[in-house]
């Protein structure tokens, strides 16, 4: 199984801050097929692997970086080309800078950032000498992300102007979604927040490969995970589910159709 190159403005890595690694490996493990390994001296950090990839990273939550030590949350990384300046038009383009410089395993430089509407997601400048990662698509590895906003026509600005993707308005029989591309190449998804308050907070979900999203959906229960959204046919895409862990991060399942 070959790795994976990460371009500019495509999504290079996962992290879960979680209270109790211990029972999130356990469960992500047993879910996904995933095998930890200790990143730190001081075991407060895990690598996951998949196959002999790695995967994501599980690590505590840190007060440093505006996190509630006491929940749990997926946080993504986005590749960019230069730090300096993806940093400066966060700003411009009415986003903030949290974190101006965070230490991350495997990136040269990294900041954590919120865009416009709130939504966190972290930018790196990746270490060429990142171990190999699994391939997207393969079971158990991160196949997907979205963000789900409360303002998606300034978001689809804010990521255009910061990154360079192109928001596409795609049909999937009869139902709409837009897709973020870099070079045509679909790298994220974009999903506008409506219903009655209280509307959720804007947030960009991780979404992982699984052979089976009902048998997924009910490995999970019986781990002590939730289900927020049973499994469901999402047209000329596959079928998905969205799913929290014992510690309430929130996380999505895909099972990919075949391409036949």
Partial sequence: MSSVLHASGTFCWRELATPDLVKAGAFYGEL??????EASREGSVARAQCCG?????????????????GAARWLSYISVESMEESIERVTLLGGEVLIPSIQM?????????????????????SSPDREPRLVEGAPGSCCWTELATRDAQRAAVFYAQLLGWKARVVMHDSSPATLFLV????????????????????????????????????????????????????????????????????FSILESMDED
Avoid at 106 to 121: F, K, M, T, Y
Wanted: proline share 11%; glycine share 10%; hydrophobic share 35%.
């Fill in 32 to 37: 996904m097929g995933w095998e930890l390994q």
């Fill in 53 to 69: 990839r790695q995967v994501a990273t599980l690590r505590p939550p840190r007060a440093d970086l505006g996190e509630n030590v």
């Fill in 105 to 125: 395993p495997g990136c040269r430089e990294a900041a954590l950032i919120a865009d416009p509407s709130g939504a966190r997601v972290a930018l790196c400048r």
């Fill in 183 to 250: 070079k045509d190449t679909p790298v994220a998804g974009l999903l506008q927040l409506n219903g009655e308050p209280p509307i959720p907070p804007s947030n960009w979900m991780v979404c992982f490969e699984v052979e089976s999203a009902d048998d997924t959906v009910e490995q999970a229960r019986r781990l002590g995970g939730g289900v927020s959204t049973e499994s469901t046919d999402i047209p000329g895409v596959g079928r998905s589910a969205d799913l929290t862990d014992p510690q309430g991060a929130p």
